[in-house]
C-alpha cells in the first residue's frame, strides 16, 4: 500500500506560479512511478507529468512545469510557472508501476486532489 497527500494548491492569478508537493509513504513507494493528473470540471482526468528515471510531460504544460522527486525524502514537485486560466482544475499525484506513463488507469494510488484556480 502507498498512502498519498497532496498539498500546496490556491488561487492565484494568470501568470504567476504555484508549487505541488505530494508526500508518498508505504512500502517500496520509492520504485513506484509517480504522476500528476489533473481534473477540471465537467472534464475528464488528464495527464500532466510523470516521473520515474526520466520525466515526461503533457504538451500543454510543456515548458511551464517541471516534476521533480526526492525518493530519500519520498516526496513528489510539480512547479508550475506561468500559469493559465486553463490551468485551473484539481491535481492528483497518483503512484503505479507502468510503461504507460500517460493512463491514469494505470496507477494503482492516488491521493485525494489538491484545488488549483487560476484568475485571469
Known amino acids: 500500500q502507498v498512502q498519498l497527500v497532496e498539498s500546496g494548491g490556491g488561487l492565484v492569478q494568470a501568470g504567476d506560479s504555484l508549487r505541488l508537493s505530494c508526500a508518498a509513504s508505504g512500502r517500496s513507494s520509492s520504485s513506484y512511478v509517480m504522476g500528476w493528473f489533473r481534473q477540471a470540471p465537467g472534464k475528464e482526468r488528464e495527464f500532466v507529468a510523470a516521473?520515474?528515471?526520466?520525466?515526461a510531460y503533457a504538451d500543454s504544460v510543456k515548458d511551464r512545469f517541471t516534476i521533480s522527486r526526492d525518493v530519500a525524502k519520498n516526496m513528489v514537485y510539480l512547479q508550475m510557472n506561468s500559469l493559465k486560466p486553463e490551468d485551473t482544475a484539481v491535481y492528483y499525484c497518483?503512484?503505479?508501476?507502468?510503461?504507460?506513463?500517460?493512463?491514469?488507469?494505470?496507477?494503482?494510488?492516488w491521493g485525494q486532489g489538491t484545488q488549483v484556480t487560476v484568475s485571469s
Open positions: 497518483a503512484a503505479g508501476r507502468t510503461s504507460r506513463w500517460s493512463v491514469s488507469d494505470e496507477y494503482n494510488y
Open positions: 516521473a520515474g528515471r526520466t520525466t
